[in-house]
């Protein structure tokens, strides 16, 4: 057994040990006069998971280049799936890409206003608790005009940059909330008063939540109309999820000649299977459609009775015993990973090298 094996085999263990003693043991408890607390690990654990999967998603990628790459480059059989699937992958890679820089930027826009709105908040109540340690609330109300007036000309510009007949709507909703934010600031106090009024900071507040608001309306709506938005939605609801629904329409055909192969009568179990399943297709029918005499009264009232019966007692019972016996197999492959018993490449290829 070589180091790579032994390391391997060492993390993995060390990993199942960490999850394994937290479930047992209680949340925190003494060992040799020291308190320990497993729970307070679970933040560096959960950080150690998403680097880990960050890597099996490169890992994956580099896997499809290397592979489809090679198939490719040597124009082995096939190889015009390998060039669809490389370019649709590029393809959604790029888009995907830039729509997520997009929406973060639509982000961050319309978040600075709702970080000055809090800021506005929490001058007044900290001047009215007099907290120590802090600008006085007229210093900070200036550097809150700062901080406004500077976000003014990139607002403008939005709306210069936005067409009056292109989402007139909320250009007009913006552009009022533009006004009055201009008319709230100057109310604000840039100098010391006895006794302080803060209902400029209240107001102000208001406005700038309403103004971020509706920047994010207006950047959000200009994306849907925007070409990328358009080109992601034709690659991927017109072609991705066209092509998935037509792969498992095709899936119905075979669903439904397996279910005549598994219906036909040939022994009592198939029989017994007909028979549950011709009940429970009873049941689903309203028999009262077809005439409210005596008989479609009783069967209206019997076969949904039946068929209730057969999916919540035999029916879930068949269920729950799949589902102990899946469980239990999960638990014992987990426990054959754990411990590093079940054979798998390393060990075949310890195997190939003796």
């Known amino acids: ?24 043991l209680p949340k925190t408890f003494v060992v040799g006069g ?19 999967g960050a890597m099996a998603l490169g890992l994956g990628l580099l896997n499809l280049l290397i ?44 978040e600075q206003f709702f970080v000055l709105r809090d800021f506005a908040k929490v001058i007044r109540d900290e001047a009215e608790s007099k907290k120590a340690g802090v600008l006085p609330y007229y210093e900070r109300n200036r550097k809150l005009t700062d901080a406004i007036s500077a976000t003014l000309p990139q607002l403008r510009d939005l709306l210069k940059e936005q067409k009056k007949e292109v989402l007139p709507y909320e250009r007009a909703e913006l552009q009022d909330a533009v006004v009055a934010l201009e008319k709230e600031l100057p109310r604000l106090e840039l100098a010391p008063s006895d006794p302080p009024h ?70 009592f179990e198939s029989a017994l299977m007909m028979g549950a399943a011709l009940l429970v297709i009873l049941g689903q029918i309203p028999f009262a459609l077809f005439g409210s005499g005596e008989w479609g009264v009783y069967l209206q009232s019997v076969f949904p009775k039946v068929r209730l019966w057969l999916l919540t007692v035999p029916n879930s019972a068949a269920f729950r015993a799949i ?32």
């Open 34 to 52: 020291a308190t320990v607390e497993l729970g307070k690990y679970n933040d560096q654990a959960s950080v150690a998971l998403t680097a880990m």
């Open 323 to 354: 589902s102990i016996g899946a469980e239990v197999a999960a638990l014992v492959m987990a426990f054959r990973m754990w411990l590093s018993i079940e054979s798998g490449s390393f060990a075949e290829k310890e195997k190939g090298k003796r």
């Open 198 to 267: 803060f209902e400029a900071n209240i107001s102000l507040a208001a406005t700038l939540g309403e103004v971020g608001a509706k920047t994010r309306t207006l950047l959000n709506a200009r994306y849907e109309f925007s070409l990328a938005k358009h080109m992601y939605s034709l690659f991927f609801d017109g072609i991705f999820v066209a092509l998935g629904s037509a792969m498992f329409s095709l899936l119905g055909f075979y669903i439904a000649s397996a279910a005549y192969r598994a219906f036909r009568i040939k022994s």
């Open 67 to 110: 592979g489809h790459g090679s198939v490719i480059l040597f124009a082995r059989k096939g190889w015009i799936y390998s060039v669809a699937l490389l370019a649709g992958l590029g393809l959604m890679l790029a888009l995907s890409t830039y729509n997520w820089i997009v929406l973060l930027r639509t982000s961050q826009t319309s």
């Open 1 to 24: 057994m070589n180091y790579r094996t032994l390391l391997i085999r060492g993390f993995t263990f060390l990993g199942g040990i960490y999850f394994f003693l937290k479930f047992v």
